[in-house]
């Protein structure tokens, strides 16, 4: 039987669910604007959604293009200079989860957005850090969205530009890092926590009709696994109809990514 | 334009053209290639496209960023050609993340001599860009982050309105403006309208840079195309989808400015050839804020 | 006022009633009396009338400041009182200029270890106060001054409007709140009105305080007097110059407040008492902004 | 012959006379207001006023009150956070000249505005620095405002609040203070500079019928004297029209400090 959902579909409705609660969230477009927005249908009715363009509380009447769309400003609770948001918002303590993403992650949730290749002669040149560096740093907690593949989980990042756990352990202790660091990686195949002593990335939970070996085949070091792995709960009537109707009806996003 | 440019914007220079995602004047960056300057610094905490025109276009011979990218869309194809490549030549980089720069403009603006943020710690940032360093906290252990100040020779902002002396007011993403306009030797104003000084006067908190900083106002209606001015145009999101494609290629992209920039003799000229259908798709349609009461206090 | 006074206002903590010259929170400060709190820590760049008030009725055992004034009129006779002669009680002081208290704010706001500034060479002031210091830059030799960040329990800002949630609009001099809002564990936000979503949302960029870190919002017109509200009322001049007469002496002062804050029930009384006369006499005619449009975007 | 003009009208008309083509000045009320408001009738039409409350280029439409009267917000260019206008304005060497005055003031032109007596058990309490201090360090020059008197022009400071020329001479250069220092000292009597190479404070000029020994008199030092001391123009008829019927028709200022 297929499943009658997306992986993209599937990977916005795991990313919502860890927004349970949540009061504030940094989110980008794409992908996580739709898992935020579909929080606040679902689980987070109170979840206001920060813009490193330096909006709270958007409103967006149409699906925003960019981070910097107009329709984000229009109707917002607060629109600010950058630097009120990165100081005031972020580096306060304002910002309870942030979704972050990046081209490759160690073991350690530290973050590769910019450089394949040596700094002075890349393979590809990436975007860079933009926020990431300082909201891996200071937002309370971060949720990672990528999807599995060798190139991106890697036993060494070619480049280091945002912190997830550093060397590991208590390597983030008394370094002034504000933020716990990342709390989940959200994949197309399976959810990783680094709930452990270690602080590294372990396999917590399969989306529905994956193996472990699909998953551990797709990552670049000896991957740990929770004792008990459990099954993710596929995605209710209710957030399908969601995404569906209300939040991407031209499947701009999940069917791009999909 | 074409005189503000050619007065202030010389061979050589640091320019910073900012407007987060909103307010890229677009115009201004047309008439610097058209007016052929070179060994420009670019200066612009995300690119965007018209620092993409701009190096394919071969004025830059530096960049001082934090994001490279066609936001929602993806690469900018021609700057990853001149650093990968050294494609039309090669460009020094020099990268922050966005608070590093949103605080270098902060102590360029407040001729502080560092700033201090939260960040970098672990980051190999710091490693490739010498320039970030530390500080010693005398209240704690911490040693905690800072940037040097940058002070661009110019600097060009797009905004909504301004009076004849350039005291310009802005509503929507504020960005990086009012930093970047006071950290900059030289400011650039450019407008949709020119407006007579008792609106301006009539709500003045909404002023965002006082004329005193002001060099040069230019009125340059839809002088943002293809980004956006809130309330007044809209982002032309097809054409950044489209650049994708035109900037994969060096040669598409320079018959792309032979057409677009070279070819056209200023923003009238270019809005002509872009026509009304286009503009008129862009409309925003309405959404007033309504009016408020500062007292008369006479 | 009373119950968002009585959860968060307790006695030993800092306090910080902000707001320069215009949009003090009178009606705070004499709820604060009334409740007969006690060593309380003031914070305030000017302490104006108000902690004059509540200085000669014992609320405060400290007072941390940069101007002790009463604004065109004279001096403060009762923090004066307290400073030269201990009465009614002894107060600490913590003295800065206006600059270094809204550094102290800003590095309070922003969670940075220390705000840096230009200021202090050469004068006494760092010899009287430990907390100022410096730090040497990494990209010169200069060595700069600096203040700790302050974090107070509690913040006080008065401003025109705020939704049910606290998101909070202002216009007119925007002095500290900001900082002062987010630098504090709790805020209270008081307003002359308190309207639907939809009229915050229709001006974003006029929001000044969001929300989110606003612990209660209490509905208070005219709950500036004798200070002012821009748009909504002057300052009552006349009871600022009547106020150097009162200060003077201890004893007077008593009688007023037992007469003006003891003796009233709560903002209502108050204003009753008054009368609609003052309050008529204090309207500052109209000046309106006039509108303008952000774009629906749809 | 009585002269038609008090003494604070000939010093209002002096110190607006010092602001000949300026462009900005920051301003605190009552006198300086009133100087600044004529300068700009007069001889610097383009000059803009900048209070630390947060307003730069006033239109008051009354007299103001106090540096925050809503008067000076309505009808201004630019109503901005404090932090803004000490950050960017001030710091940011925007602000030409400031006036500034104090309880005492020494020969170098440093000025005591917070405490007489000991700082610990003072005699009086005065309002302390506001923004004095940095006005003094960051203002590209000073213009300070003072009525002459043995208490006030005295030989050592009780606190210095807020620093002139320190000890004189090149005190200022290489302690990264960027504004020039005192220009001119003007009193109810007399004009006086810091033109020497000790920057110290020295008479340049007489008010019309007043003697150099009334001067002298009232200051605790000896102090140095031009080699060519002049007599200041009184108000011209134009001045004192425009202090009596534009500026302060109600006498509010003039006549409470004459």
């Known amino acids: 039987m297929t499943p009658d959902y997306t992986s993209s579909e599937m990977m916005i409705v795991a990313a919502s669910r860890t927004l349970r609660g949540a009061r504030t969230v940094f989110v980008g477009v794409g992908l996580p604007n739709i898992a935020c927005n579909l929080a606040r249908h679902t689980i987070a009715p109170d979840l206001e959604l920060i813009y490193e363009s330096g909006v709270y509380g958007a409103q967006p009447a149409r699906l925003p293009l960019s981070i910097g769309d107009p329709t984000l400003v229009t109707g917002a609770l607060s629109v600010i200079p950058m630097g009120d948001l990165f100081g005031y918002y972020l580096q306060g303590g304002w910002v309870g989860a942030a979704l972050l993403g990046g081209a490759q992650i160690d073991r350690h949730g530290n973050l590769n957005t910019t450089v394949i290749g040596e700094y002075d002669s890349p393979k590809v040149r990436l975007p860079g850090s933009g926020g990431a560096c300082e909201i891996a740093i200071n937002a309370r907690s971060t949720l990672i969205i990528m999807r599995l593949s060798q190139r991106a989980f890697v036993e060494r990042l070619d480049f280091l530009t945002s912190p997830g756990y550093l060397e590991g352990g208590t390597s983030r202790a008394g370094r002034y890092m504000p933020g716990a660091g990342p709390m989940q990686v959200i994949t197309d195949k399976a959810l990783f926590s680094f709930f452990n002593d270690d602080r590294e990335m372990q396999i917590d939970a399969l989306y529905p009709g994956v193996s472990i070996d699909e998953v551990t085949a797709e990552i670049g070091w000896p991957i740990r696994q929770h004792e008990s792995i459990f099954e993710v709960d596929p995605p209710t009537d209710d957030e399908i109809r969601i995404i569906r109707t209300i939040l991407d009806p031209e499947g701009t996003v999940t069917g791009r990514l999909a | ?298």
């Open chain 2, 1 to 298: 334009m074409h005189d503000a440019i050619a007065e202030y914007v010389r061979d050589g220079l640091s320019v910073a053209i900012e407007g987060f995602t909103a307010f890229i004047c677009f115009a201004a960056g047309h008439e610097i290639i058209r007016q052929g300057r070179r060994n420009l610094t670019l200066i612009r905490m995300t690119p965007d496209l018209i620092y993409d025109q701009m190096i394919a276009a071969g004025v830059a011979s530096k960049l001082v960023f934090s994001y490279l990218g066609n936001p929602g869309v993806g690469s900018l194809h021609c700057v990853r050609r001149a650093i990968e490549k050294g494609i039309p030549a090669p460009l020094e980089i020099e990268e922050y993340s966005h608070y590093g720069m949103i605080g270098r403009y902060t102590a360029g603006a407040m001729k502080l001599p560092f700033f201090p943020l939260r960040s970098y710690t672990g980051s190999d940032l710091p490693r490739m860009n010498r320039q970030i360093s530390l500080v010693q906290s005398p209240y704690s252990e911490e040693r905690i982050a800072v940037v040097p100040p940058i002070n661009p020779d110019v600097a060009i902002i797009h905004a909504q309105r301004a009076d004849a002396e350039g005291n310009t007011q802005l509503w929507g993403l504020l960005g990086i403006q009012k930093e970047a306009a006071f950290a900059a030797r030289k400011v650039i104003v450019v407008v949709e309208e020119i407006v007579d000084q008792s609106i301006i006067r009539a709500d003045p908190n909404r002023t965002l840079i006082p004329g005193l900083i002001v060099n040069a106002v230019v009125h340059e209606p839809f002088g943002c195309h293809p980004s956006y001015v809130q309330g007044y145009y809209d982002r032309d999101n097809a054409f950044y989808l489209a650049w994708d494609g035109i900037s994969r290629d060096q040669q598409k992209t320079e018959d792309w400015l032979q057409e677009w920039v070279f070819d056209v003799k200023d923003r009238s000229a270019y809005l002509e050839k872009l026509g009304k259908d286009v503009l008129s798709r862009l409309d925003p349609g309405d959404a007033p804020t309504g009016s408020l009461n500062y007292g008369a206090y006479t």
